[in-house]
């Protein structure tokens, strides 16, 4: 009987409003690899909210606090462009909840694909950039905490700097952060990773992909038990809210120096979507797709990784 790879939920759809994040991408992923054949029913898991005791290992009680409160109004904002309502904020802390779900599969089956994740703006303290929970931060802390794991490595190709896992995991040796984004970017103010690598605007395939190529090498060199991949498809050339000029084609390549990187290394490799704002969210949809793709063929290739 197959065991589950992929962590999905139809409730990762929330209304946003008006808004450049395009939240339908996770239903349009998802039907079109169960269309394809790419997953079975057999291949996903349902996920459960995080528990406040998940959070707690990362969010300050105050924060959590303010968010509830600006829920219960129905509407509330964290900053002009990071609405929150009671869908969005239960929505974040099912998502954390599914990438602690999803990194206990990779340890299972070498690699797994949550639909969802990489709200890697979330700092400990607050929320920025579309980003209210840091569900990576709370899946590696959750599994240090059951004693699963003891090093982990985040490696994230979102176009944006991951401010949030830089500050939640700064002077911690457990955590290897890696970063490859926009320099010229959001956010502003970037707190450093371990490894940052910030690229000039329009950077074409070529440094792109040496960049990754490095910062996959000294990642998976910090020894970890478990890698999250951030696997934005915001560097894209067509993406509104970044200003690389990286090809499907680097983007589908970046994944497999991650994947390939990972499973030599027999480290376990969890990915989550993270970013992607593509002027026709079809073109976001499809380089997903593609990721996906790439994490089903590591599974179907891979022995003994985990």
Known sequence: MSRPWCVYSDAYYVDMGEHVFPVEKYRRVYAELSATGVLRPEDI?????????????????????????LAAFGWGYLTPDTPVSPDILE????????????????????????LSGGFHHAFGDHGEGFCYVNDVAVAVRRLQADGVIRRAAIIDCDVHQGNGNASIFADDKSVF????????NYPLVKPPSDLDIGLPYRCPDGPYLAGVHR?????????????????GA??????????????????????????????????????????????DTADTVAIHCRTAREVRARLDGSVGVA
């Open 45 to 69: 898991a349902e996920p459960r909210p995080a528990s406040e005791e998940d959070l707690l290992l990362v969010h300050d009680p105050a924060y959590l606090a303010h968010l509830r409160r």
């Open 91 to 114: 929505g974040s802390i099912l998502s954390a909840g599914g990438t602690i779900l999803a990194g206990r599969l990779a340890l299972d089956r070498g690699v797994s694909l949550h």
């Open 177 to 184: 952060t890696f970063s490859i984004h926009e320099d010229d």
């Open 215 to 231: 910062g996959v090498e000294a990642a998976l060199g910090s020894d970890p038990e478990l890698a999250f991949y951030l696997a």
């Open 234 to 279: 915001d560097p894209y050339e067509g993406d509104m809210l970044g200003g690389l000029a990286v090809t499907t084609e680097g983007l589908l390549e970046r994944d497999r120096i991650v994947l390939r990187g990972c499973a030599a290394a027999r480290v376990p490799a969890t990915v989550v979507l993270a970013g992607g704002y593509a002027r």
